[in-house]
């Protein structure tokens, strides 16, 4: 189901967070969400999944404003349960010291499935199973989550959020501190679902993974889309060094064909600049 | 054709086999959850029925029930109705005496705390999961002080029939000025709270303490005590009344919010993203945790620790689920504090311990060992 966000605007103490960021992530394709520390990605990816209000910060939750729909449903007039049906949240690694199990901690996703006071289900059950085996997890149900290595938890969180069967999954930069098989087996993860139908919006430090492997790419700076379009068109030296303020040198993966990034330091971003155009 | 299917089947539980016992099994205990919760129910009535036989007369389990069927209805050993056989220590009936010990004296006592042991461990879970707080307590974050400074106020003032309100209302302010205060200092930290909680405790129970000694007619001391330290010495069947039914209508509902509870494990945002009306449910829950505490301390006095210590020897037990972890900890907080007021009428008779004495030498090691464990988190 196709992702759209129009004019998303989050203002806490007159100071605009994102500023008329508008992204379309179509049907089945992985989005990447790009853009320098303080851009704006994990506060639109939060807007998109309706909590940005209910974690008051320092000054208080802000204002939010802006329309997201999804298969031109409006995600932000639903109730909290019916959006928690279609969009999960994977955030960047949280706590870790909950005496819970791995198949507890994925059973958790089954949430806004079930009435309060109903029992897991054989249906809930069910699920879980399916979203641990696609992560490939199984083996690990009855560990204690705190034992496990921070790529095995991000897994679970994963199997958490298969376990919503959502529509939309958005990933905020899932692959922080996991060493590069970690890494490349969590966006396997993401771009199998995404085969399977559940649109994904994935913020991401590593713009090589982005390259490697997404199809559209939103750069976000200070608050407002600098560009978006696909891959080739937004990642070029043209796009990325006035954002990141660096000298992008732009290769081809041999075996891939996908872009292959390498930085050197460069002018530093022109902060006070608007964003470069778009492109596409 | 068996021959084929055999190797198939046993290889799925030889590698289950291989795979599990070299990693540190999360399914704690082992024992499945109805019969943990069977045990904790036998031992909660074996608790009752053996704390009323302790103390002075001398009582059998056996007089105890006896004592009850009859006052039920349920049989014809209450004194007066079986004949003149029953004035005698006979084996048959209960003397007129022992009778009124139970009924009268011992067990409304052993009822209030079971119930007051539930509802405060309960209080204690719920607030501990709602605020991502290991210390969080509703004796250590004031309410149970608040309550208290509720309940004498209106005693005071002769209003003694709306004492539950008025601890439900203290116990509510008092949160809210912890609250208040420690998201004033910052972020909610553990710590923060806790310290604003000292606060706003202090404060209270330095109030009830003028209220009582400003207005006392008889003992002041020993009622300050019995508010500021919790007692159960006073306990009558109203005492019952308020508590299990507390423990009842609140209560119950508390404990069947299980599932809500676990989707905070990672935090407000997490809830969130799993449908929770985070903030909604936050007030909702700490405001039935506020009437719980007032309509037990209006009974009780504030004891406590026993919402510190109970969810977290039951955590160490079960593990976190709350659906197991809320029913669980009231049960074992109940026979908990059956017997912590058992031991405090009688280690030392004919002198009667206030029961917070008790729970605080076995609460406060329990809580600088969470502090230990939690030494290496930022206030």
Redesign the interface.
Known sequence: MTLQVDRARWEVDGALILDGVDVTVPTGSVGALLGPNGSGKSSLLRLVAGVGGAVPSAHGPGRTSGVVTLAGADLRGMRPRERARRVALVEQEGASDVALTVRDVVMLGRTPHRSRWAPDSSQDHAVVDRALAAVGMTGFARRAFPTLSGGERQRVQLARALAQEPALLLLDEPTNHLDVQAQLTTLDLVRRSARAGTTALVALHDLNLAAAWCDHVVLLSRGRVAAAGAVEEVLTPDVIDPVYGVRTTVLRHPATGRPVLTFAPGAPAVLGAPGVAAVG | MTQTVEPAATAVPAR?RA??PA?????RSGVPTPAVFAGAVALLVASVTLAVTFGSADLGPLDVWRSIAGHLGLGSSVPGSSGPGSSGPDSQGLSALNDAIVWQLRLPRVLSAAAVGAGLALAGAVMQSLT?NPLADPYLLGLSSGASLGAVSVLVLGLGVVLPLAAFLGATAALLATLTLAGAL??LTPTRTVLAGLAVGQLCAAATSFVIFWSATGDSYREILSWLMGSLGGATWTSVVISVGAVLVVGVGLA??G??L??F???????????????RTRWVLLTAVALLTGALVSVSGSIGFIGLILPQAT?LLV???H?VLLPLSALLGATFLVWADTAARTLFDPRELPVGILTAFIGAPVFAWILWRRRGVAA
């Open positions: 289950r795979a599990e990693r540190p099994d999360a399914g991502r910052g972020a069947s919010t599932g809500t676990d989707a494990a990672f935090g407000d945002t997490a809830a969130a993203a799993l449908g929770i009306d985070v903030r955590r593990g976190a689920r659906r």
